[in-house]
T-cell receptor
């Protein structure tokens, strides 16, 4: 089973700043990586799939990049609503399954 | 607009079987472009994919839960079903129903609001 490690576990920042979240896979997954945002009391929301494709309605402030084992999610010019929990997720070919990282919490500095 | 709504018992006793239903509205589950799935979330272990199912009944399960998990669909009612047998406290979680872009995006683009399941005697 492929493992995903997100770092840092918690990131403190301020509105207007730019942040980068990391997600590392234990073995190469090509570009089958997605990112989700989860606000308190809500279900996760798809931000990025295919490592770099923004989902419908997602702001251009969110940029995904990477391939193989190392992926990043960059949020430029943080808005107050961006302070949330972020998850990365991959799908492996064998066994055919999905795996999530443990999450990065983005909070106010 | 596609919507998913989970429903279930809320409380389940240890060793019993958990049964959940997902009602899909705004689109037919008879789709050739996506699967439908279940994901749960616990404070300690984060998000865990449980399994995904095609409208034909073809299903993929998380290997760690395969022996206890069954998923099915009712295309006439646009419902998805999940049963998890021999539950323990470790199965206490929020359970989400999702649309799975298996084969076309490898991600989950629609989520239900989730239903809380607590395993307690």
């Amino acid at each position: 089973e492929i493992l995903l490690t997100q770092s840092p576990a918690t990131l403190s920042s301020s509105p207007g700043e730019r942040v980068t979240l990391s997600c590392r896979a234990s073995q190469s997954v090509g570009s089958d990586l997605a990112w989700y945002q989860q606000r308190p009391g809500q279900a996760p929301r798809l931000l990025i799939y295919g490592a770099s494709t923004r989902a419908a309605g997602i702001s251009a402030r969110f940029t995904g990049s990477g391939s193989g084992t190392d992926f990043t999610l960059t949020i430029s010019s943080l808005e107050p609503e961006d302070f949330a929990l972020y998850h990365c997720q991959l799908r492996s070919s064998w066994p055919p399954m999905y795996t999530f990282g443990q999450g990065t919490r983005l909070d106010f500095k | 607009q596609l919507q998913l709504q989970e429903s279930g018992p809320g409380l389940v006793r240890p060793s019993d079987t958990l049964s959940l239903t997902c009602t899909v509205s705004g689109a037919s589950i008879v789709s050739t472009t996506n699967y439908w799935g279940w994901i749960r979330q616990t404070p300690g272990k984060g998000l865990q994919w449980l399994g995904s199912i095609y409208f034909s009944g073809l299903a993929y399960y998380n290997p760690s839960l395969r022996s206890r998990l069954t998923m099915s669909v009712d295309t006439s009612q646009n419902h998805l079903f999940l049963t998890l047998s021999s539950v323990t406290a470790a199965d206490t979680a929020i359970y989400y129903c999702v649309r799975d872009l298996w084969g076309s995006g490898e991600s989950f683009d629609y989520w239900g609001r989730g239903t809380v399941v607590t395993v307690t005697s």
